[in-house]
């Protein structure tokens, strides 16, 4: 802040990516529909079999290395031209910093990083040729897990990001089912003087105040530009 431009927030989820080939989590073929969530992102499962989990999301990162950003994460980095712009996404995947976002909180953490087990200060960024091979699960001598909020495990950034909404003149919904919490209950903190937009293909129910394109994330990022 510090300057009298307009402060945008974008609260993204899982559609923000689809068209850049990264699969969505509750979509038809949504990975939820072929991994079993539990097994492979909850602290209990993770407790049961840790080899799993670290196979399941190497094979993420091996798919997010694949990927490109898309014009929707392109358009929003564009937009700091004019904004005091904010990304608060539920990805872990980093194809808003790709595009060039500055401010980028990841609410359910980062597929590129993980945390040592006995030390969560110490988070280590894998390189991306350790993810051509079996899942790294001891570095430095220490044993990691995904740097990723499980289910049942607390958002620890929910507070920062609630913050940032509560100061937004502009909040941007994009490609989110709106059913996780507590990401799902960020837009009720917006001023009642902000102007809220949702950009969703297949949008969950939203208040009438939010202002719902219905397109994917590209053309929906086009749209909400002549809107603005
Ligand atoms: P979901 O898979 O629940 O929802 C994806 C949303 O993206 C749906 O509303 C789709 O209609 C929409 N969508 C599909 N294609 C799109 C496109 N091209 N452009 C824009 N939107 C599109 O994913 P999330 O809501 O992000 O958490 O899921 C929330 C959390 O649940 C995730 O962060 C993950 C998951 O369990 C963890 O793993 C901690």
Known sequence: MGNDKKKIVFLTGAGMSAESGIKTFRDTNGLWENYPVMDVASADGFARNPALVHQFYN???????????????????????????????????????????????????????VRALDDESKVYELKPEAIETTPETIIDGHHVRPHIVFFQEAVPMIEP???????????????????????????SFAPPSAR?????????????????????ASEGMKELIKQL
């Open 59 to 113: 094979m993420r990162r091996a798919d997010l290395l694949k990927a490109q950003p898309n014009d929707g994460h392109r358009l929003v980095a564009e937009l700091e031209k004019d904004y005091d712009v904010y990304v608060i996404t539920q990805n872990v995947d980093n194809l808003h910093e790709r595009a060039g976002s500055s401010n980028v909180l990841h609410l359910h953490g980062e597929l590129m990083k």
């Open 161 to 187: 990001a609630i913050d940032i909404v509560k100061q937004a003149d502009i909040v941007v919904v994009i490609g989110t089912s709106l059913v996780v919490y507590p990401a799902a209950g960020l837009l």
């Open 196 to 216: 809220l937009f949702y950009i969703d293909p297949n949008p969950a129910v939203v208040p009438n105040r939010v202002n719902v394109i219905k397109k994917g």
